[in-house]
């Protein structure tokens, strides 16, 4: 399949896997590039901009595919040094960056002046727009379904999509609720180029956290997750557990009082603990809505191999079939 994604990213297939704290190492980068997707690498998960360096070395060493790094401008207890991690991956060789949260704005000529090409996150049209006005190449759409931070606007994407492929000229991939075959084709029928997915990489055998992180994906249904921090108007979508349950005790008792200090037990440093310990209630961590669509622990290969050939079949049976008359009845139960 060819759209705007592929050919710009030089990929096979218009699939994406998002920057994701704690999971996107060079092992799940290098899977998803491997089998034909673009990998990326979550660069602030690397501690300093020499670890990101040597993460980047890492994952050249299991692909020859293009792969990119995500970059995440978002409030944090203590601000990153964006100039030394973007030197990291300048001198890394990757041309590939995600952007996130915050507007890029004031590192694009770095970038651009590399080549680096630049996909920002975006949870709104107006900053999809900005984003195409600042120079990016290309947009991720992220609806209200996404794991992570869906912003305060609370668009899903069935309307986001839309009217992002009304107002945008940059290709932009579908985010939030990507699982499967037909995600893929929706998407593209409402003017994306491409999908980027998250949590549903997580529960791949490549991606390198605990084992108690698949199965809870895996357990958990769509009605599992909860958002956080909204009174701190930085939304974030988190799969359930005691952790949580206790964030939201605090916020419903300081309301509109809240500060991050009164909730830093359950958010803070929280990654580690659930992602390599296992410790599924040790608070906060991003999941999606899309939790209830993953049902194995598929390879990486195995997982877009299947979407890639659903989507086909979903293109050439299902969707020409109605139009010849034919398939109304046959319902689509892709594995996701
Ligand atoms: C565990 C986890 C950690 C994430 N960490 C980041 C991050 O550090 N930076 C970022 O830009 N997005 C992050 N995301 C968001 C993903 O890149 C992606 O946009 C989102 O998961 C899409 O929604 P989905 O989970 O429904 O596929 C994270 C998502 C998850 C599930």
């Keep these: 399949m060819k759209t705007a994604i592929t050919e710009l990213f030089g990929i096979q297939h218009p699939i994406i896997q998002g920057g994701m704290h704690y999971v996107g190492f060079a092992e799940l980068a290098a899977a998803v590039s491997n089998a034909g997707g673009l990998g990326i690498i979550t660069g602030l998960t690397q501690k300093t ?3 990101l360096a040597k993460e980047i070395a890492r994952c050249r060493d299991m692909t020859d595919k293009p792969f990119g790094v995500n970059l995440t401008f978002l409030p944090s207890f203590t601000a990153p040094p964006y100039p030394e991690y973007i030197a990291a991956i300048k001198e890394g060789g990757v041309r590939i960056v995600e952007t996130a949260g915050r507007s890029p ?26 984003a195409e006005k600042i120079g990016c190449d290309a947009v991720s759409v992220d609806g209200f379904e996404c794991g992570g931070h869906p912003g305060e606007d609370d668009i899903p ?6 009217r992002a ?6 290709p932009f991939v579908a985010s939030g609720g990507m699982a499967d ?19 549903r990489f997580i529960a791949t055998k490549e991606a390198p956290v605990h084992p108690n992180v698949k199965k809870a994906l895996v357990e958990a249904t769509e009605l599992d997750t909860r958002l956080v921090m909204r009174a701190l108007r930085n939304t974030e979508r988190v799969l359930k557990n005691k952790g949580v349950d ?20 359950q958010v803070a440093g929280v990654y580690p603990k659930v992602m390599v310990d296992g410790d599924m209630d040790a608070g906060a961590w991003s999941c999606g809505m899309v939790v209830g669509l993953i049902s194995d ?4 290969k195995e997982l877009i191999d299947r979407i890639m050939a659903g989507a086909e079949l979903i293109i050439r ?6 139009l010849d008359g034919d398939e109304a009845q046959k319902p689509v139960r892709a594995v996701a």
């Design 49 to 51: 901009p020499e670890l």
């Design 105 to 130: 704005e004031q590192y694009m000529p770095v970038l651009k002046a590399v080549g680096i090409k630049v996909i920002h996150k975006c949870t709104s049209v107006r900053h999809s727009l900005k």
């Design 157 to 162: 994407n069935m309307i986001l999509l839309p």
């Design 165 to 170: 492929a009304d107002e945008l000229k940059v």
């Design 181 to 199: 075959a037909r995600s893929l084709v929706a998407a593209l029928a409402m003017g994306a180029a491409g999908m980027n997915m998250g949590t």
């Design 246 to 265: 206790q964030l939201l005790k605090i916020e419903r008792e300081k309301a509109n009082t809240l500060k991050i200090q009164d909730i830093q037990e």
């Design 297 to 300: 622990i598929p390879t990486v």
């Design 317 to 322: 049976q299902r969707l020409t079939g109605f």
